[in-house]
């Protein structure tokens, strides 16, 4: 059964009028539905429906209207829409416009069929406008939602390497194409951004396709505050078969409390080369890099290299107690968080091949702290060609 909506509007002209037991002559008005005019829209179930225009054109003498009420039945086979329409009509130019307001979409699923627009001179449609019933085509495709969470938040302790995770679980239609992005991360105190980005996001996405697990890292970084958020987009075929994409963004805060009795903090703790592999097999050294985590009121300065172990075979090796070579470091003579990259020499394959065996040397900072008060600390390298 076509589902009923009933309107009433006063003609441009006219106020009041109608009634008696004789149905109401026929105003010398045409009306026609606009060519093209349509409902084609996208929904989100437990969302409403988004209001939608259908256009009509009038022809003839907009005076036979004066005095009378017009009333607008509208079917609606689906039951898409609220039974209270709104109706205009221009006078000079013999537009009309039907403003439908959208229900609450409960289901998923394509609607599609023909809206019928009855345009009358009383509730019961005994007398129509030349032209009425009005026919609209609609398309409606509704989508489930995608669910996200609007905020996450994170906290470790400066120094401290034990990884730090957090869940994120995101539902979406099983159709969708999932997108996934993490923006730039800034230390709120200062504004700048965290170089390289600190928060990360992996994860995986359910066998019916309804569902992701996913997990923000959190690398270790100078005391502050820091703020970033994660884009996520779902897109799913909509009407007309064009792209329909929904968007959420989760606020992300990660907050490092600050432990004075850390001078410096590296990040990785201890940096690791395993060539073995043959990870560092072409003719060229292998660069790597490694990140002090200073106070942004710390001073950093590179002092030297200490080589503190070698395997036997490697004795008298001109690059036993030379095999890392220290660029200037970035970031670090001016205080503050900082990159140090190493050039490691002598790895498996290279011209001056070191013997196989666990090398290890330390490279050795001061760190200058507000007032004056300086320490010296060491980062750990490892060595394994």
Avoid at 15 to 28: I, L, M, N, T, V
Avoid at 72 to 94: M, R
Avoid at 109 to 117: F, I, W
């Amino acid at each position: 059964m076509a589902h009923v909506l009933m309107a009433l509007v006063l003609a441009a002209c006219g106020g009041g009028g109608g009634g008696g037991s004789e149905p109401p002559a026929a105003p010398d008005v045409t009306i026609r539905a606009l060519a093209g005019s349509r409902v084609a829209t996208n929904a989100v179930v437990g969302q409403a429906l988004p209001s939608q225009m259908l256009t009509a054109t009038t022809t003839g003498d907009p005076r036979t209207l004066n005095g009378r009420t017009l009333h607008v039945v509208v079917e609606d086979p689906a039951g898409l829409f609220l039974p209270d329409p709104t109706v205009s009509i221009d006078a000079s130019t013999g537009v009309a416009n039907l403003v439908l307001r959208g229900k609450v979409v409960t289901t998923a699923g394509t609607r599609t069929g023909n809206l019928r627009v009855n345009v009358c001179l009383d509730p019961q449609c005994t007398t129509a406008l030349t032209g009425s019933p009005l026919t609209y085509p609609y398309e409606v495709v509704a989508v489930d939602e995608l669910r996200a969470p609007t905020s996450v938040s994170a906290t470790r302790t400066y120094g401290d390497a034990a990884a730090v995770t957090r869940s994120v679980a995101l539902a979406m239609d099983g159709a969708a194409t999932l997108s996934t992005r993490v923006q730039d991360t800034f230390d709120i105190g200062s504004g700048v951004r965290a170089e390289p980005n600190p928060v990360a996001l992996s994860g995986t996405r359910s066998a019916s396709g309804t569902s992701f697990a996913g997990q923000l890292e959190f690398a270790p970084m100078a005391p502050g505050r820091y703020v970033t958020s994660v884009l996520v987009d779902a897109a799913t075929p909509g009407y007309d078969r064009l792209t329909f994409t929904q968007s959420r963004t989760v606020v992300v805060e990660y907050v490092v409390v600050d432990d004075p009795s850390v001078v410096l903090a590296f990040d990785p703790v201890v940096s690791s080369l395993d060539a073995r592999g043959g990870l560092c097999s072409s003719s060229s050294p292998f660069p790597l890099r490694f990140r002090f985590l200073a106070r942004s009121t710390d001073g950093v300065e590179y002092l030297r290299t200490e080589y503190l172990s070698a395997p036997a075979a490697a004795a008298g090796h001109p690059l036993a107690s030379s095999w890392i070579f220290a660029p200037p470091a970035s970031g670090a003579a001016g205080g503050g968080p900082g990159a140090q990259d190493l050039i490691i020499l002598g790895c498996h394959g290279t011209a001056r091949e070191l013997p196989p065996g666990v090398y290890e040397a330390q490279l050795v900072y001061r760190v200058t702290k507000p007032g004056g008060a300086a320490a010296e600390v060491a980062h750990r390298v490892r060595l394994t060609p």
